[in-house]
C-alpha cells in the first residue's frame, strides 16, 4: 500500500542480551508506532560493539523510512552509539555545540562539574539534529532518518514525545479482536478461508494455552473501516457456528 | 576467545511488532543461554513474511554456533516457520513422520479430531530432527544449528529444556554487581581507565533515574574468577573513594 510508513527500530547493549537488564522499550516503541500509523517491520537488539551497530545502521536506514535506536549514549566507555552512527554515516563525531550550551547550563545550575564524561554525552555526528531530553537535558540526536534514543525508558519515552510531531504518520491501522473459546486447531481452515476473501485485512490468530486449554484470540487489521467490520462480522459468525457444534473438548 | 560458544534468536511474529504482544521469550533466552555459558550475540525480531524470515535466518546460521527461533508454529495460515525454515535450507516442506504419529496418538486419547489444521503442525524441513514438546504435545525441529521452537511461553520454555542437553556450553560467564551512589558522569573516567587495564574482563555501567537522582550498576564480568575478583576489588575502590570526596549533588 502506498501509504505505508515503515520502521525498525535497533536496541543497543549487552546487557538485554546477557539477560541481565530485561528490555522494556520495544514493546514502548511498537504501541507507540502503531498508535502513529506507522509500522513497525523489523526490530534488532545488538551487543556494544561497532561493526555490530553500523550494520544494523546501514542495512536498516537503507529499508525503512525511519530508524529508532535505544541505548549506549550515556557518558562511560560501553557507550559506542554516538561513535557508531558517525561511523555508519562517514561523518566525524564530534561535540555538538549546541548540546554542549545546554548541559554546561544545566549542570551549572545543579552544581555539578561539567565533566570530561559528561561531555561525552554532548558527542553526535556532526551536523545532527537535536532530540530534546526534558528529563536529564543529555539529548538524543537525528542523522536523516536515524533517531537515536537513550536505553533508560523514562528518558527513551520523553524522546519518543520530541519526535513524534516531526514524522509522517501512516493511515492509520485499524483492529478487532474476537474471542474464540476454541483452538487453533479447530478454526485455522475456516480462519484461512476468511483471510484469503478479505485480502485488504491481515487476521491474526494468538493461542492462549491456560489450565491446560487452548483458547484463541482472533485479530483483524485493516486501514479500512468498513472492510474491518465486515471481516470482523465474517469472523464471529464462523466462531458462533464451531462454538455450537464442538463436542465439549478444546484443543490446539 | 577460543572457548567461547556464540548464538542469535530469531521472534517470528506481527504480533510483537505492532505491539498487541510484549515478548516474554527473549529475556527467558538470554538468561537460559548465560547460564550455559553460551553468548547470545543478537536477537532479530521479524514479521510473518517468508522473505524476512528466511533472510535473518540465512544471516545468523553463518555467522553463530546456534541459532533459536520462537513463533510461528501453529495450525493457522499466519504460521509459516516452518515453510520458511525449509526454504532457507533449500528442502522439502512436509508432515513429518514422527510428528504425525505422535500427534495423532495424543489427539486420539483426548478424543479430538486430528484436522488439516492440527497436521500442519506436524510439517517440518524434510529430515529435521524433532523438538520434545511436553505441554501440547506439536514438537519444535531443528535442521542443523538451527533451532525452531514454539512462540506461547510455557511451550517455548519446555522446549528449551528439550533443547539444553544437546547444547555445547561454553566457559561460563562469572558476573558480579557493584553499587555506586553516584552517577556515570562521575565514574566514566575512572572505569574507562580499569577496563583498559583489564581486558579480560567485561565492564558495564548501568545508570539508574529515581526520584530525580541518579545512581549506577556497575556490572563486572569474565570468565576467569580470580580476574574478575581482582577488578571488582579495583572497582570498589574507585567507588569507595569518589564517595569520600564528592560534594553531596548527585547527577548523571
Known sequence: MSDTVTAAMIVIGDEILSGRTKDKNIGFVADYLTELGIDLEEVRIVSDHQDRIIEAVNSLRARYDYVFTSGGIGPTHDDITADAISAAFGLPCTHHPEAMALMQAAYSKRGLEFTQSRKRMARTPEGATLIANPVSTAPGFRVENVHVMAGVPK????????????????????????????????????????QEAQPQTMIGSYPRFENGAYSTQIVVRSRDEAILQQTVAQVEEMVAGLVKNRTGVVGR
Open 155 to 194: 528518558i527513551m519515552q520523553a524522546m519518543m514525545d520530541s519526535i513524534a510531531p516531526t514524522l509522517k504518520g501512516g493511515a492509520k491501522i485499524h483492529s478487532r479482536t474476537v474471542d474464540c473459546p476454541l483452538g487453533e486447531g479447530d478454526i485455522g481452515a475456516p480462519l484461512t478461508a476468511i
